[in-house]
Each structure stands twice: as structure tokens, then as C-alpha cells.
């Protein structure tokens, strides 16, 4: 049976900066200022921090900038007719769905669309997990601790601009076909916790000797579906990629707003299917989707110590540990373009254009076409005390909420503090700790330490309520089919094995049920609809390194997410009777959310000056020229970027003329622009504009100008003004 099909246009979202530190860098080139072989520590904290990042939980990393925008691609499947069912799947740039963003997204959705068209059952919102954009929208605590709070701005435009990609996939939704096929991404992730995927047993280890790295322990493996339109588009009209890698490709020492590998990845391809349309605006949707991430790693070169001085400098870490010298702060992985630049961004491109050079492959093999019919389910479920059996009778429950030590050790992507190690169970790693952390969440009751066992309790955010939840306790299970496709939309992130027994135990008993043939192709999507953060398998746990310190409801969390995901599938048949049973839906906590954050109170230009006046210009035509690889940079007199986040718009333009018309030829979504801002006075209110454009090959020769689009915000009255700023003409030779 054709399906109907289309994915919509893509929509920017929440794109909030902060303060600048002094040098420069750019995103999307090999030519970084100061870039050098060795991790570069962060700069010094700006002044007066408003907004942070949701990725590397450090309190200090606040945005000072813009590298490329964060952008959501909706993707609806629908049956023909009236009343066909249909599934919409949201893929955002951002680094993990949220129960508040999906509770407001269907709300909206509803007051447009009816709850009948789009519901709890059939819309997914997933993350991309990168780790480089704006945080605070979350709605638990844990995650707001190192964003001073929800910030309503990043919530508000991810709601909205979801919203505006859903609302542009109904209207685009038109007569089409869908085909899927298979792939590998080589050299595409590495596995960060070796160590504990060696927990997992040999005789299962065996079965993936192939499938990725020395031991099995990557996942290489890729799948695609793709939508084509009724004239036989090249390559169709767009596609949903499932791959497994973590979005740290961008090390936690960048301060610049950016979608890492997946968002570079769907750069590359829609740029290259269109090359004259502005990002954003392409016909063409690439969609990158996250999968079984939790023990994937970008960093493909593997976790080096940064010790200078030091004889253990250069050398491997320490592998269980992950240490150097005993500590973690110095272990950083390496990925694949690691000298070129020190923040990360040469490898961001090479990690995407490998995710693009395996989609292509994916094309060039052979797709198989899909038909059936869509299908969705979804349930609340309380893994707070969810009692289950395992396959040999045994009855178990899961625990309320809690963090182990190695959390705090962080990982090879972005190493902790504070002395705490992965991959080890003792609990007095740090003496300090001990005393304080009954006075952060409450003390954990003998139950609960025995439940989680034998992860030793560093947060124990199942019994934090206070000023609301730390941790979510309900979660949402959802599954999506499409035809043949099966998608796991899963809320959290899975490990290597963990997505393996997931994918095959679900597979296994779609076809066992008669629901689909050997032909059935499941998949992961996550971490989706509510952040519930790690599942690692019960081996695994054993081990507790980070991915296992992190698996919130204790040992039996994969098998509890076995049980109900692999119970919902027969209301994935063609035809279902009656409906799931499930928990009560989490209570609301967003109306209820702490901010530290302060407003705009006003901006000033300085004494002489006004808003949008080049104070350090470009260097004029005749006077010389620029060619590629070189940076074109303007200083302006700006004003607060957060006064209008200018979505669906731009705040920069690099334009060329053209006859007599200026043509605009780079906006903010491109790689090669940066925006900068700066606070030059928070008592006189006057800040500043940085604004840069690296030159790429097989740029036209011509004549050329940078745009600055802001928006001041009065003294008096608090009215908020546009205004533009332009360089002098330049050229490029």
C-alpha cells in the first residue's frame, strides 16, 4: 500500500547568546585562531552569565555567540484518506526531548489540528543530543542546576518552532512512496565505556564481532527511510538517517551555538541538494536521528591525556578509570580531525560528512520499498516502583530515581571535577561529597540503597521533591510504525547492547505475532518525549561507569523497558482491538520552575555613537582584497541579541552585488558566518557586535558587504527598535 508522505521545511529555534570572550573562533573551517593540537582550556567565564549550555553541566559555559542555527524537521507519514492513520515524528537540534516541551507541543497541536489528528500516540519529539546549544528548557531540576534555572525564551522558541514545522508538514502532506534500506557508517562512532560493554556476555558479544570496532562494542550499522515524491526525485525528497553518535563532537570548551555532527550533517546534504537556497529554507529535509547513543563517542581516535609536563602526557588514559594521574579532568577523546582546530568544529564536519557518506551509500545499495499500514502506540509508565517479570519468572522491581558517583566523573567527551572517577563503586570517593550530598537530595533509605545496588548513591533525586522534581519518575514508551519500520522512541539513551536487545527482542516479537515478516526493520529513536537519562544493561551496571551510574531506576531498567515496550506490540497490528492500559501522565512542573536568570533592562550605544555603527571595519575594496580561507570580520555598535532571538530571520547577511542589487549570499545559519556579542558596560547598557565570515573555496569573485540586523530595547518605555548596521564594500578575488 503507497503511503502518503512528506516531510515539512525546516524551522529555526531558540537562539539565545551571551557575553563574548576575547578571541575569535569559527565553526565550520579548519582555520580556528589559537587552534593547535592540544585541548585548549575554556576561556575565563564571561561577565554575567544569563544564558547556559544543556550538554556538559558546567556552570561557566555560557553562550557568547552564534555558530549555525538549531533547527527542527518534522517528518508526518500518513495513510490515504480520510481516515488513515498517521504518524509525526519531530527530529529538533537540541539535546533531548522533555515531557514539558512535548506537553505544550500537543497542546498546540490539538487547539489547531484536534486531538484526534495529532496525540500523545502518534507524535514523537526527539533529540539529536547534541550537547553545544541552549539550555534551561527542561522541566526537572537536575538538568536546570547548571542553567541557572528554565529559561522560557529556549522553551518558548523550540515550542513554537516545532509547532511551525508540524503545521508546515500538514499543509506540504501530498501523494508520495517510501522506501528503506540498510548501511554502515565506517569509523562513524566509538565506544566510550569499553570496559563495561565487556561486562556484557561473551556469547552475546560474538554476535556483533562485526558490526562496529575490534570487539563489536560500535554500532556502525545504519538505517533509512526515505520519502519520494510521485516523479522520481534524486535521491526523493528527503529521509529520516538512524545512526548512533554522541552531538560531542564540539568540545565543552566552545561557547558558540551550534547543532554539532547530526546538525552538520543535515547541513551538508540539504546544502548539497540545493546549494542556492538559504539554510533553512531548502525543499529538501535531512533527517539525522539520534539512536542508541549512550555509550557512543564521536571521538573516534579514542581518550588521550592532556597532561603537559607530565610523563603520562599524550599517553592513553587509564581505561576502566578513565583517568590520567588519577584524575579525570586531563582524559579528553580525540576525534578524527582533533589538530586541526582546538574546540572540536573540524571533527563536527568530519563526523557529519561521514553520517552523509553513509546515507549515499544507503541510496546507492538499493532501497526496498514500504507498505503496510501506519500505526502507533504510546503509555505512561511509573519506573519509580514498576513491578515486572524477567523471561525466567522472576519477579523484580525497579527503583526511584537516583545518580551514582561515576555521573559526577563525567566521560572522555566531557570529563567531571571534584575528584570522582568512573568505574568505581566505593562511596567515599570524596570525603566532601559524603557529609554534603544528604543536604542536596534527602538521604537514600536502606530500600533504596539496596535496589540500586551496586551503585553507590550520590544524588538521590527519586526522593527530591522540593522546590519540585529532580528527576522524572513517569515516562513516556512509544512506538511509531511505519509498514515494515518499527521506531523505538525511547526516553533516554540506550547503550550499544542495551539498543541491541531492545531492537532484536522487538523484532523477535513482531514477527512471532504475525504483525510483520522477516522483512520488519526496528529501529531506536532517542532520547525522546521525556529525558530519563541512561539504560545500560544489568552487566553493564555491574561495572558503573558513567552510562551505568546514570541508568536512574537501578539495575532492572533495560529489563523493564524490555517488558512493556515488547507487551505493547500487538497495538501495532493492522488491526487493534481495544487499548493499552498505562500510568497516570507525570504532573506538570514547568508553571512551577525557579529562574536566576535577569531580563534585558535596556541598551545604550555610547556617547557619540548609535546602534549599528561600524567601529572596526572590514578592509575597504582598493585598499586590498580577501581570497578563501581568509576572514572577513566588522565590529558594530550592537545591542542584546535576546531582545529579538529573530527566528525565521537572520543577524548578519554577507551579501554580494549583483548588477545594481545586493544579493544575499551567507546568513547566521551558515557554517562559515559567526556572531558574537559582547557586553562592554552593564551600567551604561552598550555592548557590541562581532561579526565574521571565513572565506570557503569556489567563492565568486566580486564585490561584497556584512549586514548587521538588531534590536535595541529603549530606557525609557523598554520599546524595543530595529536597526541595521553595514561595512564598507570588499572584495573577493
Not at 106 to 129: C, D, M, S
Not at 494 to 509: D, H, I, N, P, Q
Request: proline content about 6%; glycine content about 10%; some cysteine.
Amino acid at each position: 500500500m503507497a503511503l502518503a508522505a512528506f516531510p515539512a521545511s525546516q524551522q529555526l529555534l531558540c537562539l539565545e547568546r551571551q557575553q563574548l570572550p576575547a578571541r575569535a573562533r569559527h565553526c565550520g573551517h579548519y582555520l580556528v585562531p589559537g587552534s593547535s593540537s592540544r585541548f585548549v582550556e575554556s576561556p575565563s567565564p564571561p561577565k554575567c552569565p544569563l544564558t547556559h549550555w544543556q550538554g556538559y553541566a558546567l556552570l561557566w559555559q555560557t553562550d557568547t555567540g552564534l555558530c549555525m542555527r538549531q533547527r527542527v524537521r518534522a517528518f508526518l507519514v500518513a495513510e490515504p484518506g480520510d481516515g488513515g492513520e498517521r504518524v509525526l515524528l519531530l527530529n529538533a537540534d537540541i539535546g533531548m526531548g522533555d515531557s514539558g516541551v512535548r506537553r505544550a507541543l500537543l497542546v498546540g497541536l490539538a487547539e489547531e489540528f484536534g486531538n484526534a489528528t495529532y496525540n500523545a500516540n502518534n507524535v514523537a519529539f526527539v533529540g539529536t543530543h547534541q550537547h553545544s546549544g541552549v539550555g534551561g528548557y527542561l522541566e526537572d531540576l537536575l538538568p536546570q542546576l547548571t542553567n541557572l534555572g528554565f529559561s522560557n525564551e529556549s522553551f518558548s522558541a523550540i515550542v513554537e518552532g516545532s509547532l511551525l514545522a508540524a503545521r508546515r508538514a500538514h499543509e506540504s502532506l501530498s501523494p508520495g512512496t517510501l522506501s528503506v534500506g540498510t548501511g554502515r557508517v565506517e569509523q562513524g562512532s566509538r565506544n566510550r565505556s569499553p570496559t563495561a560493554y565487556l561486562a556484557n556476555p561473551a556469547s552475546e558479544r560474538a554476535k556483533y564481532v562485526h558490526n562496529g570496532g575490534d570487539e563489536g562494542d560500535q554500532e556502525w550499522n545504519m538505517s533509512v527511510l526515505r520519502f519520494d515524491g510521485p516523479s522520481g526525485e534524486v535521491d526523493g525528497r528527503g529521509f529520516l538517517g538512524f545512526f548512533a553518535v554522541h552531538g560531542t563532537s564540539v568540545h565543552e570548551n566552545n561557547t558558540l551555538v551550534n547543532a554539532d555532527n547530526k546538525g552538520m550533517a543535515a547541513y551538508i546534504y540539504e546544502s548539497s541538494m540545493e546549494p542556492n537556497a538559504m539554510p533553512g529554507n531548502t525543499t529538501y529535509v535531512a533527517g539525522f536521528v539520534q539512536g542508541a547513543v549512550g555509550d557512543t563517542s564521536p571521538n573516534t581516535l579514542g581518550a588521550f591525556c592532556e597532561s603537559p609536563g607530565k610523563p603520562y602526557d599524550g599517553q592513553p588514559c587509564v581505561a576502566n578509570t578513565s583517568t590520567c594521574g588519577g584524575r579525570t579532568e586531563d582524559c579528553h577523546g580525540r576525534g578524527p580531525a582533533f589538530t586541526a582546530d582546538a574546540f572540536g568544529f573540524a571533527s563536527s564536519i568530519e563526523i557529519g560528512q561521514r553520517q552523509v557518506d553513509g546515507v549515499r551509500d544507503v541510496f546507492r545499495a538499493g532501497m526496498s520499498p514500504v507498505a503496510g499500514a501506519v500505526r502507533s502506540v504510546h503509555v505512561y509508565l511509573d519506573m519509580a516502583k514498576y513491578e515486572f517479570p524477567l523471561p525466567n519468572g522472576t519477579t523484580v522491581t525497579t527503583c526511584p530515581a537516583a545518580m551514582g558517583y561515576s555521573f559526577a566523573g563525567g566521560t572522555t567527551d566531557g570529563p567531571g571535577a571534584f575528584d570522582f572517577i568512573q568505574g568505581d563503586n566505593k562511596t567515599s570517593q570524596n570525603p566532601f561529597w559524603e557529609v554534603v550530598k544528604r543536604f542536596v537530595t534527602p538521604a537514600p533509605p536502606k530500600e533504596q540503597i539496596a535496589c540500586q545496588y551496586p551503585k553507590p548513591i550520590l544524588l538521590n533525586t527519586g526522593y527530591a521533591h522540593e522546590p519540585y522534581e529532580w528527576s522524572p519518575s513517569t515516562v513516556d514508551v512509544q512506538m511509531l510504525r511505519i509498514g515494515n519500520l518499527v521506531i523505538l522512541v525511547i526516553p533516554g539513551e540506550l547503550t550499544t547492547m542495551s539498543g541491541r536487545r531492545m531492537r532484536e527482542a522487538v523484532r523477535s516479537k513482531l514477527i512471532s505475532e504475525g504483525i510483520l515478516g522477516e522483512d520488519a526493520i526496528v529501529v531506536v529513536a532517542g532520547p525522546a518525549n521525556t529525558y530519563a537519562h541512561y539504560v545500560a544493561t544489568p552487566e553493564e551496571y555491574t561495572v558503573q561507569r558513567y552510562e551505568g551510574a546514570s541508568t536512574l531506576y537501578g539495575p532492572h531498567t533495560l529489563d523493564a523497558y524490555l517488558h512493556r515496550y515488547t507487551e505493547l506490540v500487538p497495538f501495532l497490528a493492522d488491526e487493534v482491538v481495544g487499548t493499552p492500559a498505562s500510568d497516570a501522565a507525570p504532573a506538570e512542573q514547568t508553571s512551577k520552575a525557579i529562574t536566576l536568570r535577569t531580563s534585558v533592562e535596556y541598551d545604550e550605544p555610547g556617547l557619540g555613537r548609535h546602534f549599528g555603527e561600524v567601529l572596526e571595519d572590514v578592509k575597504p575594496a582598493g585598499n586590498g582584497t580577501y581570497a578563501a580561507g581568509g576572514t572577513v570580520s566588522v565590529k558594530f555598535v550592537g545591542a542584546n541579541p535576546r531582545n529579538n532571538l529573530r527566528l525565521e530571520q537572520t543577524f548578519l547577511s554577507v551579501d554580494r552585488l549583483s548588477g545594481d542589487e545586493w544579493v544575499r549570499a551567507k546568513s547566521d545559519s551558515h557554517p562559515s558566518t559567526t556572531y558574537q556579542w559582547e557586553r562592554d558596560s552593564t551600567v551604561l547598557g552598550t555592548s557590541s557586535v562581532n561579526i565574521s565570515w571565513v572565506v570557503e573555496n569556489g567563492t565568486p569573485a566580486g564585490l561584497y558587504r556584512i549586514v548587521y540586523f538588531g534590536d535595541s530595547k529603549a530606557a525609557i518605555g523598554r520599546e524595543i527598535s530595529p536597526f541595521e548596521g553595514t561595512s564598507s564594500n570588499f572584495t573577493i578575488a
